[in-house]
């Protein structure tokens, strides 16, 4: 068994190798810090299954991960990450992640959401399957940051932690006045005016500020 892990903090990857290998002793494993370096391992390696971090720094994950399924579209990958399921991971779901695991998840889990998608199927955590299931019953959106597109999201996130316009533009290779409607969009469909009260907002949704 040959798994990829793509996050740039390397003691949370040498950590999960090691859990993953009490599983599974006879894994390998490549632990890479960057999305390009990621990238280039994953299009020429045939991994059993490829460990994500959404929080990728000067990466978008979204583009990252619709790019690797072009390139190999039977791949099992597997996000981690320290935002909640309840706000990203349908997402990443749709667009053929295999799963989606929080970073705070204790060990058990986690072999148990490694274990489900190397055998063909999907981890979803039991909130995650209730919160989708009250939403279809309901045909309710709880979220207010579900409103936000793929991109509105991404410019969301790093306003939250604090990004200027013209950073947020170099990290996601945007031109300013583009990240400035997108912050403008955003601002109107989750009701704020100003980046303070997205971070309180962000807060009552359990968003982490920093990573």
């Known amino acids: 068994m040959y798994i990829l892990i793509i996050d740039d903090h390397t003691i949370i990857g040498a950590g999960l190798s090691l859990l993953i290998k009490g599983e599974f002793p006879q894994a390998k494993f490549d632990i890479i810090s ?3 370096d990621g990238f280039k391992s994953f299009s020429t390696i045939d991994y059993d299954l ?3 971090d959404v929080n990728l720094p000067n990466s978008d994950a979204i583009e990252l991960i619709s790019k690797m399924l072009v390139t190999k579209p039977l791949s099992r990958i597997l996000m981690f990450s320290v ?10 779901l749709k667009l053929g992640a295999k799963g989606y695991l929080n970073k705070e998840s204790g060990n058990e889990v986690i072999i148990q959401a490694i274990k489900s998608v190397l055998n063909g199927g999907i981890y979803m955590s039991n909130n995650l399957i209730q919160k989708i299931t009250d939403d279809l019953i309901s045909e309710r959106t709880e979220n207010v940051f579900e409103k936000l597109s793929d991109r509105e999201l ?4 790093y306003i939250i932690k604090g990004f200027g316009i013209t950073e947020i533009a170099t990290i996601l290779n ?3 006045s583009t990240v400035g409607t997108h912050k403008a ?3 109107e469909k989750v009701g704020v005016q100003k980046e303070i009260e997205l971070q309180q907002l962000a807060k009552q949704y359990n968003i982490p500020l920093h990573y």
């Not at 935002?83 to 990443?92: E, H, I, N």
């Not at 991404?154 to 996130?157: F, G, S, Y």
């Open 34 to 36: 960057n999305a390009e």
């Open 154 to 157: 991404e410019v969301c996130l």
């Open 83 to 92: 935002y909640p399921d309840s706000l990203y991971a349908k997402r990443f």
């Open 174 to 176: 945007l031109s300013t």
């Open 50 to 52: 490829v460990v994500l």
């Open 185 to 187: 969009r955003l601002f």
